[in-house]
């Protein structure tokens, strides 16, 4: 578990982080900005090879990774190929790049994952596919392959009309009337309350339609999967700002954990983590926070504004507060991922 865990980490880091850096990378290339170094990770390197004009580091922390441009620090020798040499949109097309292309990789993975693995889709036929043992369907005898007729003489049309009248039923008998290998049956079930759904449970899940789409429509899905998730995480970020729901929130640990998790229900569903993930990241390094991505970017917008750039020393200043404000929320977020640590 704990090896798992840890190869899982550094794959779901590692490409997190490769895909935002080679953003900030590519587009530095394209608008004219000399890099110096391409690293992911930090602290003492592990392994460093210069191609070209750019050094390619591998370093021993896994949690983030750097592009060091060329003129970035104005104490630094300015030419024409400096950032801040470069027009205000070409710098913040080099900053905004990273988090873009944390948005493109969840389109990757889940056309990898849809068009490789096919699609697994609840069937909406009442149909009984698994059933979960020591639970009331499995001490009635139901099987799967069984079709739910009726309820309490109530005809059962779909697997939602099924559930919902099983969900409300905690503690009632319910006569379920079911079709069995070519014969029909009645079987009184009465469901037990789950007091962390709310609702009451039988202990079924419905058949699963698997299905295989082809590469455009994969792609197609992908990019709709990926626009889904990217809106309800920006409700999600929404509502935690302006306090509507609590704030749930997981450091370095408690992600490395989920990781491991996820790696041992298989390669699938840890591709899938790690577009969830990217999302998250992506948008989080647009937050207008300083030392973040979208706190880089407000300070070129004042700077267009503005026509000149904020001095120095109130750009130290800003990302000192940023710095601290990000160490503060490291530090929280680890105790919390302590709190509920799972030990292997």
Known sequence: MLLSTLVATIFVFGLLIFFHELGHFVTAKLVGMRVDEFAIGFGPKLFSRKYGETVYSLRIIPLGGFNRIAG??????????????????????????????????PIILFFGVFVGAGIDTPSSAPVIGSIFPDKPAAQSGLLPGDRIISVNQTPIASWRDFVEVVQTSAGKELSIRYETQGTTKVAAITPEYDAKADRGIIGVMPQIQHYQPGILEGLGLAVKQTYTVTVSMITGIVQMITGRVDAELAGPIGVAQMAGEVAQMGIVPLLQFAAFLSINLGLINLLPVPVLDGGHLVTLAVEGIRGRSLSRNKMQFIQMVGFALLMLLLIFTTFKDITRLKFF
């Open 72 to 105: 970035m620090d104005p104490d630094e020798e300015q030419d024409e190929r400096s950032f801040n040499a470069k027009p205000i949109w070409a710098r913040m097309l080099v900053i905004v790049a990273g988090s873009s292309m944390n948005l493109l990789l």
